[in-house]
């Protein structure tokens, strides 16, 4: 994982790096390595010539890398997704695998139909259910993007890619001492065996934002690989654990 924690940052500031660092990162493998994005792209095109017409991708890997690059990633809520797919064609037909509903988190197959179907670019979804996320994350008020009138909700944000779905896991940290040792209770997480993060917020601080990016996922995507275990930088041989 690339892990970057920055001060003095929200919510919104937090989105705003995440998608600045992909399209960083996508513009200079473009600049720099279009030789290996021409292979990679006509491999990709002879792989997709022999799936069925309807499952091939509409892009090749060079355009797609363009798009994400040049489109603004759609910021939804998760009241947002939730409803989406609750109206959408797999969920009514029962193609979904895993149920969707309110207060549980979404499945990759969820993710995708969000990212490759409905919206066609990448999506930043936030305001997830308090109840399925770390208790550092902070809680969302009236007001605030992703406060849910169904349920406690915190500014919580994932990153979702075409053909991958979440590659971006981050969050606005709660600063406030009174309401983070209050969802540690809720959440049965002992706050003495955690008494030096607690000590971070006991004299005050300030607004403060992270995520972490995938790096493996990301080269999955940039590279049009099918399988993670591609692009891990490790040699894997089978049977060559000496333990």
């Not at 792209?41 to 010539?49: I, T």
């Not at 069925?52 to 509409?58: F, I, N, V």
């Not at 009514?92 to 197959?109: A, H, N, R, T």
Request: glycine share 8%; with cysteine.
């Amino acid at each position: 994982m690339i892990e970057p924690e920055c001060a003095f940052m929200d919510l919104h500031g937090d989105m705003d790096l995440a998608e600045g660092l992909c399209k960083h990162l996508i513009a200079r493998v473009l600049k720099n390595s279009m030789d290996d994005l021409q292979f990679l792209d006509a491999r990709l095109k002879e792989e997709e010539a022999t799936k069925p017409k309807e499952q091939r991708a509409e892009m090749g890997l060079i355009d797609r890398l363009k798009f994400v690059l040049e489109n603004p990633f759609e910021r939804i809520t998760y009241d947002d997704a939730i409803n989406i797919l609750l109206r959408s064609k797999p969920f009514q037909k029962g193609q979904f695998q895993f149920p969707v509903e309110w207060g549980i988190d979404l499945q990759s197959e969820h993710e995708r139909y969000l990212v490759e179907k409905h919206f066609k670019k990448p999506v930043i979804v936030t305001g997830y259910p308090a109840q399925i996320k770390a208790f550092y994350m902070r809680t969302n008020a009236p007001g605030d993007f992703g406060y849910s009138e169904k349920g406690k909700t915190v500014a919580a944000m994932d990153v979702l890619f075409p053909g991958i779905g979440e590659i971006i896991g981050g969050s606005q940290r709660e600063e406030r001492l009174d309401v983070l040792e209050a969802r540690m209770k809720d959440m049965n997480v002992p706050a003495e065996e955690l008494w030096w993060y607690l000590d971070t917020r006991k004299f005050g601080t300030v607004p403060h934002a992270g995520f972490g990016l995938g790096l493996e996922r990301f080269v999955l995507f940039v590279t049009g690989m099918g399988n993670i275990r591609d692009v891990i930088p490790f040699p894997r041989t089978p049977k060559s654990a000496e333990f």
